[in-house]
Nanobody
């Protein structure tokens, strides 16, 4: 499984970014997908998840109403649209894939494969 995240960068407070994660080496349409982030000195935390079946998406409380996770099964890609960014959103963002046919995407236990991170920096 290979997960290639992109789209990070430097943005001002209140700005937007869209992260993408291209997946290969897996049956993407049968995998839950998610985004995590890790700030310096902090543990990796769950940001958002989308199951492979159904419409229920999960978000960390800190990003609800600002971030939106989506997927395009035809392109084997998961996205994270980040709006109204705040300095506390600054972190390395990682995408993750769940196990085959595992249809829950609510936390770290639901994911088993990880990509490299992409840096997001929000200036004040």
């Amino acid at each position: 499984v290979q997960l290639q995240a992109s789209g990070g960068g430097l943005v001002q407070t209140g700005g937007s970014l869209r992260l993408s994660c291209a997946a290969s080496g897996l049956t993407f349409s049968r995998r839950s997908m998610g985004w995590f982030r890790q700030a310096p000195g902090s543990e990796r935390e769950f940001v958002a998840g989308i199951p492979w079946r159904g419409e229920t998406r999960s978000y960390a409380d800190s990003v609800k109403g600002r971030f939106l996770i989506s997927r395009d099964n035809a392109k084997n890609t998961v996205y994270l649209q980040m709006n109204s960014l705040k300095p506390e959103d600054t972190a390395v963002y990682y995408c993750a894939a769940g196990g085959p046919n595992h249809n829950t995407a609510r936390g770290r236990r639901d994911f088993e494969s990880w990509g490299q991170g992409t840096q997001v920096t929000v200036s004040s």
